[in-house]
């Protein structure tokens, strides 16, 4: 709107912001700081800004540069999207655990993962997963994608099919050993039964975090078929992945008195990182599924709000 007072430009922010927009304005003088701070993201010019200007917004671009507003959304994007990659991440790990303990626990009253190694694979997912996935740098494909609703929720239909295809998976393939382990690796013969039992829970342990080693790959693009797309210029994230997995090596070589496991040769360890590499190829076939539109939240929200209203009425 040119030649517009400050009362149109705040009139058309909250009209704007009452229809369920999320608005950005732009801005360097007086008359624009109402409609500034009634934004929910306000950018000031640094230089040519009056201070009251500033003093609304929530951004000042420094250089005065329209261009610098691209890229605030970028990184804002970026960083958005990080937090998501993590959350997806974060709740693979956390399911799968849950069910495979809680399913072991009910049935042979006895769990396959102790809680050192719960405590390993934790800090795995809440620290160095973190780290690794947070940052991500922004890429132009963010551009691309629609602005985020006010309302709309964090964990998005993609997440929730990518989560439930890696937790199934981990789930299915783990109970698997736990429950048919002694026969598929042919240790019911082992005269020393107590040693059998060992390696069948070391290889679960070992083979869990594997997986989540090569789904955090997968956790990098929820949406893109190809996970390794600009992989080798995060050196932050592969060093990250080969310190863990060094670290691994080190707890089942040498740890075994303090995670309770035993050394596995290198046919296990072969098993346990081809249960891992299965991930890939299965998150790429999974991204191949649609998933529809409107977010699931939505589907549990309406018979809430339809008893809600059958209670005010």
Known sequence: MGRSSPSDKLLLVQALRKGGDVVAVTGDGT?????LHEA????SMGIQGTEVAKESSDIIILDDNFASVVKVVRWGRSVYANIQKFIQFQLTVNVAALVINVVAAISS????????????????????????LATEPPTDNLMHRSPVGRREPL????????????????????LVLNFQGLTILHLKDDPDSEHAYKVKNT???????MCQLFNEFNARKPEEINCF?????????????GFTLILQVIIIEFLGKFTSTVRLDWQLWLVSIGIGFISWPLAMVGKLVPVPETPVAKYFSKPFRRNKASRNA
């Open 109 to 132: 009253g006895d769990v396959p993962l102790n809680s050192v190694q719960l405590l390993w694979v934790n800090l795995i997912m809440d620290t160095l997963g973190a780290l690794a």
């Open 203 to 209: 290889l679960i342990f070992n083979a869990f975090v």
């Open 40 to 43: 929910d993201i306000g950018l």
């Open 155 to 174: 964990i998005t239909n993609i997440m929730w099919r990518n989560l439930l295809i890696q937790a199934s998976y981990q789930v299915t393939v783990l």
């Open 229 to 241: 797309k600009g992989v080798t210029k995060n050196y932050l994230f592969m060093g990250i992945i």
């Open 31 to 35: 008359n624009d700081s109402p409609a």
